[in-house]
């Protein structure tokens, strides 16, 4: 199976701050990389898919790069509602893996 | 718009069985792959199970590999996971997702609410 780590494991940021998290693969993907965005108790929200494409709905603040296997996604602007834990996911292979999430709280 | 709603989730004894459902509208279900994924208590995301819009095709991660079947009613919208012989780690919330991006092994883009599954003595 394709292990993905993330790293940061957790940050604190202000509302404003530009804030990136990096995704490695064990092996390439290709740009088979997925990103989502997870608040306490709810499901998770697919905010990008083939490394940077938006899904319908999500804010331009957000945006996805990287090709093979480091990926990066970046918040330009980061506003309350933002803070969640946010995990990749590659889909080049099965079984689909996810990284094991990276929370942004409040600084 | 599209909707996902879980049911049939609750309290099991291990070695117990339990059928998940997901009631979906808002799209053209059949042709739709269609996902099963779940989370532990506190824990990260584990992709479980995918299926084709026509049900014909299905894979499944090894940890759950001859023990869950994946199906859907395409006449009902509906989508399922029978869960046979259940252990204690098992124990997860339970969410179906429609596979948007159907390159590769696809990817979710839109999740149900999620039912919880606790397998316990």
């Known amino acids: 199976d394709i292990q993905m780590t993330q790293s940061p494991s957790s940050l604190s940021a202000s509302v404003g701050d530009r804030v990136t998290i990096t995704c490695r693969a064990s092996?390439?993907?290709?740009?088979?990389l997925a990103w989502f965005q997870q608040k306490p108790g709810k499901a998770p929200k697919s905010l990008i898919y083939a490394t940077s494409s938006l899904q319908s709905g999500v804010p331009s603040r957000f945006s996805g790069s990287g090709s093979g296997t480091d990926f990066t996604l970046t918040i330009s602007s980061l506003q309350p509602e933002d803070f969640a834990t946010y995990y990749c996911?590659?889909?080049?292979?099965?079984?689909?893996?996810f990284g094991p999430g990276t929370k942004v709280d409040i600084k | 718009q599209v909707q996902l709603v879980e049911s049939g989730g609750g309290l099991v004894k291990p070695g117990g069985s339990l059928r998940l459902s997901c009631a979906t509208s808002g799209f053209t279900f059949s042709d739709c792959y269609m996902s099963w994924i779940r989370q532990a208590p506190g824990k990260g995301l584990e992709w479980l199970s995918y299926i084709s819009g026509s049900g014909s095709t299905t894979h499944y991660a090894d940890s759950v590999k001859g023990r869950f079947t994946i199906s859907r009613d395409n006449a009902k919208n509906s989508l399922h996971l029978q869960m046979n012989s259940l252990r204690v780690e098992d124990t997860a919330v339970y969410y179906c997702a429609r596979v948007g991006d159907l390159a590769a092994a696809g990817s979710a883009d839109y999740w149900g609410q999620g039912t919880l599954v606790t397998v316990s003595s």
């Open positions: 996911q590659q889909y080049n292979s099965y079984p689909p893996t």
């Open positions: 092996q390439g993907i290709s740009n088979y």
